[in-house]
């Protein structure tokens, strides 16, 4: 790779145009299918260009590969259930001090099993902490299943789970990105220092796991059922509320706009307003600890992990730190996504999508350059959702010549899987032509 | 007569569905552990690969069945599924000349490879979904039962049921058989020898003229075989549904790392190790206990995890490999 990797010569308007050319798709899809859709597309797309910084500080900078960004933006999209829904009245009185007797119970016996590992050199250990999980995991199913059948009972058709503390929701982004560098901390622990490849096998399990528990723990997100009516973050109006003010209505008419669609432009140009602001200071930390000592540290660690040991660099321990900032950041782009979408449907999370598609992303945006891996997130994203669109028109043509029958009606229906074959051949073109992909990294 | 009654239920409800599944786990991770020992890389696509091959056996099995062919008491599968190995060998080959070769010949990173692998993926998941959909499909024919509830109970006269599937008993055998074959091969033929040469140390293989092409050339071959008929034993078993597929490749790795990745026998064995962990602990114990425990009736099911978990215990499991014993229980590749 490190061949590869090594500064090149590349002209200074390359970022500046490819953004130019984003921008246009973007004004072209606003004047042909509305502005509606075009922002709709942009929202999503800095929300896929977060994920992309967050993947891009593992794979760009790092060369960790994570085939788990899934598990870590489902963690994320937890916080705003947990923290800025309200409260469930009574549910915390039925079964919260189970909850957390429970887990404390799980805690405390694998804290004591590990020290019973660790500290005892005795024959036979193995089998005493053998026994003290077992009668921990019997100790933790005593006090954890009495305590969810209290909560899920509880008015369980429009709640039946914990609800949140009712906080605002911008305090819930952080929460997300912080939860994820928890679980991010426990799976690089152990997966990290040993092979490359352990660790994408390891997070490919947290990401099945993560969202295995999303949709099963009713108590905790309903489940399957799933939760709406998250709020909104702070600036952001609700459409209803701006077409009953009568100020709202008077101006859009002012501007000669039907006020419906003034009111959801309006609500999609303040979230846009939102996710811009938290990617352009995302894109500037992330620029600042690059270009810093630490930052030369881990592009030296990446090309050449050997000699960056021999010059007494702690391989394995800034390993351990960039993965849990990068799941951080993927961490916070869940929760701003549930916090856009207004629900979390745990059944939605499907890693073609949300890890696999952003590896694509920042590997066509440029591995190591966050204005690529922004770029990549976008444009990705828009040809994503336009492969949706184009892949049956294109299918109907090729289809046309046929007799209708079987084989046509096949062709057309498998249209829509046309998208995983654009950007399976996309990724496979990249990385064998242009490694460094749109915008090289510096 | 209880104890042989609780007997009788855990192999039916754990001894034989985790056999089938540990036979068809044990088959996919010999594909990534041969994969991993030649090319060097732990192959993301190989659950779809999977897929890919049940797919063209599945669409070859329904030729078959509308010329009016039959396999007599057998699925129709099995007469299609060499015709499946075929397809999927020559889509692997094709793969590999376009695009693992280049990699291999620049020598590429492993963490490259696997990405490059990725890219495999979606483009063998976007064939497979061009090709069969994203439904789900039953195709076994043939004989359902080796023997029913109804039989056992006439044989033995217990109260507690007993059934085997004939998938379950075709796919323990055809595991088998493959698993001998692929030994056989591995240690007694010239070019089985020359593989395991090439696995051990590259550059002495070469020295001592181990032809590189054709050592890659057989292992794709063996590739493409293992998982169409791992693929089409658990289609057969369970369903086919291309979702599944990519789903599976968790347990599959857990199984080779677990044996130690790049160990054929440990990917065996890994296979069985994940699926009775798998089985035995998301089975409701609530019958075998009765049984047992004269005069208890648990409350709930005496389920230690739900179903829903069974991905869990994979991970956990693999979790306790890479903290205890990275290189797994054969000594696999070096860590």
Redesign the interface.
């Known amino acids: 790779?490190s061949a590869s990797r090594q500064p090149g010569e590349t002209s200074a308007l390359r970022a500046p145009l490819f953004f130019a050319v984003l921008a246009l798709l973007l004004v072209i899809e606003g004047v042909t299918s509305g502005w509606n859709s075009a922002l709709g597309i942009l929202n999503m797309g800095l929300l896929s260009a977060i994920m992309a910084l967050g993947v891009n500080l593992q794979w760009g900078y790092a060369?960790l590969?994570n085939?788990g960004a899934m598990g870590f933006l489902a963690l994320g999209g937890i916080a705003p259930v947990l923290i800025s829904m309200p409260p469930t009245p009574g549910a915390f009185r039925a079964g919260g001090m189970g909850l957390i007797a429970a887990f404390a119970v799980a805690i405390i016996a694998l804290i004591l099993a590990a020290q019973v590992w660790r500290k005892l050199r005795i024959r036979g250990r193995g089998l005493l902490v053998t026994l003290i999980l077992i009668v921990g995991?019997f100790a933790y199913r005593g006090l954890f299943?009495p305590a969810v059948a209290a909560i899920e009972a509880i008015n369980p058709s429009a709640a039946g789970n914990l609800g949140g503390l009712g906080l605002p929701t911008l305090v819930s982004w952080p929460v997300g990105a912080l939860m994820a560098a928890g679980a991010a901390w426990l799976v690089g622990k152990?997966?990290l220092g040993?092979?490359?490849?352990?660790l994408?096998?390891?997070t490919?399990?947290?990401a099945?796991?993560l969202v295995?528990?999303l949709?099963?723990e009713q108590w905790l997100d309903r489940g399957v059922l799933n939760v709406n009516g998250i709020p909104r973050p702070w600036p952001v109006p609700y459409e209803i509320d701006l077409q009953n003010s009568a100020s709202f209505v008077k101006m859009a008419q002012g501007w000669g706009m039907d006020p419906v669609l003034a009111s959801t432009l309006l609500v999609k140009l303040a979230f846009l307003v939102l996710f811009l602001i938290v990617v352009l200071l995302l894109i500037w930390a992330s620029q600042m600890a690059l270009k810093s000592p630490w930052g030369r540290m881990m592009r030296a660690i990446r090309d050449n992990e050997v000699s960056a040991a021999a010059m007494g660099k702690n391989v394995t321990r800034r390993h351990l730190q960039i993965f849990v900032l990068g799941s951080a950041v993927i961490g916070l782009a869940g929760a701003m996504m549930i916090s856009l979408d207004g629900q979390m449907t745990p059944s939605s999370y499907n890693?073609?999508r949300y890890t696999?598609l952003i590896?694509?992303m920042v590997?066509i945006g440029g591995s190591g350059n966050n204005w690529g891996a922004a770029l990549g997130g976008v444009l990705i994203w828009y040809l994503w959702v336009k492969a949706g669109d184009w892949g049956p028109d294109i299918m109907t043509m090729i289809a046309a010549p046929f007799p209708d029958g079987g084989l046509k009606e096949h062709l057309v229906?498998?249209a829509a899987?046309?998208r995983?074959?654009v950007?399976?051949?996309l990724?496979?073109l990249v990385?064998?032509f242009s490694?460094r992909g749109l915008l090289p990294e510096k | 007569m209880d104890v042989i009654n609780a007997l009788v239920a855990i192999t039916n409800y754990v001894i034989i569905p985790a056999t089938a599944y540990g036979a068809q786990l044990a088959l996919g991770a010999l594909g990534v552990t041969l994969v991993y020992s030649i090319l060097r890389f732990s192959n993301f696509a190989q659950g779809d690969t999977m897929a890919f091959g049940t797919g063209v056996v599945i669409l070859i099995t329904w030729g078959f069945q509308a010329m009016g062919i039959s396999f007599g008491p057998l699925p129709t599968a099995l007469l299609a599924l060499p015709f499946g190995i075929v397809i999927t060998a020559a889509l692997l080959l094709g793969t590999d000349r376009v695009v693992y070769r280049y990699y291999r010949v620049t020598r590429a990173s492993p963490v490259v490879m696997v990405m490059v692998s990725v890219g495999v993926m979606f483009v063998m998941n976007a064939l497979t979904r061009f090709l069969i959909g994203v439904d789900q499909i039953n195709f076994d024919d043939g004989a359902r039962f080796v023997i029913n509830a109804r039989q056992w109970r006439e044989m033995t006269g217990l109260s507690e049921p007993l059934t085997l599937r004939s998938t379950q008993l075709i796919t323990v055998i055809t595991a088998l058989i493959v698993m001998v074959a692929l030994f056989w091969f591995l240690n007694r033929t010239r070019t089985g020898k020359s593989m395991r040469a090439f696995s051990d140390n590259e550059d002495l293989a070469l020295l001592s003229g181990i032809d590189p092409q054709r050592v890659v050339t057989v292992t794709w071959i063996i590739t493409g075989a293992l998982a169409t008929i791992a693929g089409t034993l658990y289609g057969l078993d369970k369903s086919f549904k291309a979702f599944t597929y990519f789903q599976i490749l968790l347990p599959i790795f857990a199984s080779a790392v677990v044996g130690g990745i790049g160990s054929p026998v440990g990917a065996v064995v890994g296979g069985f190790i994940i699926s009775f962990s798998e089985v035995g602990l998301t089975y409701a114990w609530k019958k075998v206990a009765t049984y047992l425990i004269p005069g208890w009736e648990p409350e709930g099911l005496v389920q230690l995890l739900s179903t829903d978990y069974k991905y869990a215990v994979s991970f956990t499991i693999l979790i306790l490999v890479l903290i205890f014993r990275p290189t797994g229980l054969f000594r696999g590749k070096v860590v």
């Open positions: 790779m060369g590969f085939a995991f299943d152990t997966a040993l092979r490359s490849d352990y994408a096998i390891a490919l399990g947290i099945e796991i295995a528990i949709k099963n890693p073609l696999f590896l694509v590997i229906d498998s899987h046309m995983m074959l950007m399976g051949v990724l496979l990385l064998r490694p």
